[in-house]
């Protein structure tokens, strides 16, 4: 019986960890997200850390965006837009920042011509500093609110080029906000962080 008990458990830890290996991609979603400007930010998007090139590598860019939605509302310096198009996987010819890994995610509102046309770039790591890590198969909720080198943030401004290749003035940055996955999303809202 042992014997028995013991293949039983051995057989589902297999399982589990031959699951753990390729993750579903997660979906992130923007809370409290405000810029500089009165303007807000709302939505979210899926990411697959496994797919494209696999951010195990270490290579960047790496991992795959998908069903991005997210909206931003009109402040003092800016007028709001919808996002759906990211840089470098449904825009090819959009170069901005690095698309399509842990760190950054850049939006269009077009999949055309960028010359003047609104952008966002949500930025999932801190400059000065680790952590934050970016987006993980872990899920977990990433400080956007550049109130600080350590944590991440969000800019929204024009395309200066047909590529996308600078952002236009004017400009707003985020002051508030998080991006978070769903589990831990719901956590972070009930728990106050």
Not at 53 to 72: A, D, M, N, Q, R
Request: glycine residues 16%.
């Amino acid at each position: 019986m042992r014997i028995g008990l013991c293949l039983g458990l051995c057989i589902v830890g297999l399982i589990f960890l031959a699951s753990g290996v390729s993750a579903e991609p997660l979906t992130w979603y923007l809370s409290g997200v405000q810029f500089d400007d009165g303007g807000t930010a709302s939505g979210g998007f899926n990411f697959d850390p496994d797919a494209g090139t696999p951010c195990s590598t270490g290579e960047t860019p790496c991992g795959l965006y998908s069903g991005v939605l997210i909206v931003t509302t009109t402040g003092a310096a800016l007028s709001g837009a919808t996002y759906k198009f990211v840089c470098g996987t449904d825009v090819p010819t959009c170069t901005g920042l690095t698309p399509d890994s842990t760190e950054v995610l850049n939006l269009t509102t077009t999949a055309g011509d960028q010359t003047g046309m609104p952008a966002l770039a949500l930025f999932f790591t801190g400059v000065g500093a680790l952590p934050p890590a970016g987006l993980t198969d872990f899920g977990g909720t990433i400080d956007v609110s550049d109130s600080s080198l350590s944590v991440g943030a969000g800019q929204e401004a024009s395309c200066s080029d047909a590529i996308c290749s600078t952002p236009a003035p004017p400009s707003r940055i985020t002051v508030t906000g998080v991006v978070g996955s769903s589990e831990t999303l719901e956590q972070y809202l009930f728990f106050g962080s």
